[in-house]
């Protein structure tokens, strides 16, 4: 599956939160300038973040499993922590 994003955090932060957030749960499996990607017995996950027309970044989350599995609703989570990042009063009410 793929998520997308747009935020005006950028890139580097993006990828800070990445590691934070899928760092304490799965294992890194790579590690490039704009990408970031983690593995664990759930599958695996690429975080991409790059600069997109003026002060966003865009942010696009791929993962091996298909809708719904447990590694996707950590995709939307993130994405929801990243949006809380540039807005703290935004409420996550996903049931993921």
């Known amino acids: 599956m793929r998520y997308f994003h747009r935020t005006s955090l950028p890139p580097p932060d993006v990828l800070d939160a990445a590691k934070a957030f899928f760092g304490s749960r799965m294992t890194p499996a790579e590690e490039a300038p704009r990408r970031r990607a983690y593995a664990s017995a759930l599958g695996k996950v690429t975080i991409t973040a790059r ?46």
């Open 51 to 96: 600069a997109e027309g003026g002060h966003y970044t865009f942010i696009e989350v791929t993962t091996d499993q298909v809708g719904e599995s447990e590694i996707d609703r950590l995709a939307k989570r993130f994405l929801a922590e990243v949006h809380r990042k540039v807005e703290p009063a935004h409420e996550v009410r996903g049931a993921y």
